[in-house]
Every structure is written in structure tokens, then in C-alpha cells.
């Protein structure tokens, strides 16, 4: 049987699977009584993600533009890009093992989402390797000031595609899930 779910480089959910996220509209949610708590706390989360690829964002421009030092970019991508890499695995991994099998009982026309998402973390994965990889390989050139500068234009097209990754997925992931919780509690996700 052909795979038929849709990639990473869709423009978002199909219709089928956004019939709670109209039902509970992003800008209800945090007026909702079932908010507080789990889905707070995931899409903090979730914001930290986005605030990590962000300052990723900015450093590497700030290196490329002149305004940022070969040693302090190093030290930053270092610890930023360390962070945002081994964060995001403990959060799919977590997902992937307790929310997504919990949540998916829930509602069954939503089970197909569950299944993108979690082909979203195996796509995600080898793209976070890259990602540390090239990051290592620039990390490494920090002695030869003409080769760092060099190897940074081409860094700067993986933390690019980590950011719209990201983006998508944490949109799609949330689209989905706070919905689901916002409607049937979070009894039995802690």
C-alpha cells in the first residue's frame, strides 16, 4: 500500500483532521478550563522550540552580517543548538510513546494525525543529525577564521531548514492535540 500521509512540506492539516481546532479555535484556548496545566505547560514548551530556532536564526545572521564574533557564535551554537537538538528528542520521544497512543483513543477521526505526527518525528530526527553534524563540522573550523566564514553560509541553509520544519510541525502538532485535550480533559496524560 502506498504511503499516503503528507510530508513535511505540506501547508498544514487536511480538512478532515482540523474538525476540532474549528470547534476550539486557537484564540479560545487559553480562556478554556482545561488550559491550565498540561496544555500550558506543552505549548511553553512548544514556544521555548520556537524561541531556540529563532536565537539560532539570529546568531547565525549575526556571524554572517559581522556583528557576532567566530568564538562567541561558537560558544552560543554550542549551547543553544545542544539544547534546542536533545530537548526536542526527550519531547518526541515522550510524545511518541505516552501522549500519541493515549491521545489517539480519544477521537478516532483524528488517529490519521497521530500517524503524521508521528512520521513528522522520523523525518525530524535524521534532520536534527544533519543539523548537529554540520554544527559540529563548523564548530571545528573555529581555528581558521577564512573556512568558518566560509562554512557558515552553508550552516545557515540547515538552521533555515529546521526553522520551517519546526514551524510547521509544532503548528500542525498543536492544531491537533489541544483541541483533543481541550475537549476530553487530560485525565491519564500526566
Known amino acids: 500500500m502506498p504511503d499516503t500521509l503528507p510530508d513535511l512540506t505540506r501547508d498544514g492539516l487536511p480538512p478532515a483532521l482540523r474538525v476540532l481546532v474549528e470547534e476550539y479555535p486557537r484564540e479560545a484556548w487559553e480562556a478554556?478550563?482545561?488550559f491550565a496545566g498540561l496544555v500550558q505547560f506543552w505549548l511553553e514548551r512548544h514556544m521555548m522550540?520556537?524561541?531556540l530556532g529563532d536565537l539560532l536564526q539570529q546568531d547565525i545572521e549575526?556571524?554572517?552580517d559581522g556583528g557576532m564574533g567566530p568564538r562567541d557564535y561558537?560558544?552560543?551554537l554550542s549551547r543553544f543548538g545542544g539544547m534546542l537538538i536533545n530537548q526536542l528528542h526527550g519531547h518526541h520521544q515522550i510524545e511518541d510513546m505516552?501522549?500519541?497512543p493515549a491521545l489517539k483513543g480519544f477521537d478516532p477521526r483524528l488517529e490519521r494525525g497521530f500517524d503524521i505526527l508521528d512520521r513528522d518525528h522520523h523525518e525530524i530526527d535524521p534532520?536534527?543529525?544533519r543539523f548537529a553534524e554540520a554544527a559540529n563540522g563548523l564548530l571545528g573550523?573555529?581555528?581558521a577564521p577564512d573556512g568558518f566564514r566560509d562554512a557558515a553560509g552553508g550552516f545557515y541553509g540547515?538552521?533555515?531548514g529546521v526553522q520551517r520544519v519546526l514551524a510547521r510541525h509544532l503548528a500542525d502538532e498543536e492544531d491537533l492535540i489541544v483541541p483533543v485535550i481541550l475537549k476530553h480533559g487530560s485525565g491519564g496524560l500526566h
Do not use: A, N, Q, T
Open 32 to 34: 478554556h478550563p482545561e
Open 49 to 51: 522550540f520556537r524561541k
Open 62 to 64: 549575526g556571524l554572517i
Open 74 to 76: 561558537g560558544g552560543r
Open 98 to 100: 505516552h501522549y500519541f
Open 127 to 129: 534532520m536534527l543529525h
Open 141 to 143: 573550523r573555529l581555528d
Open 158 to 160: 540547515e538552521v533555515e
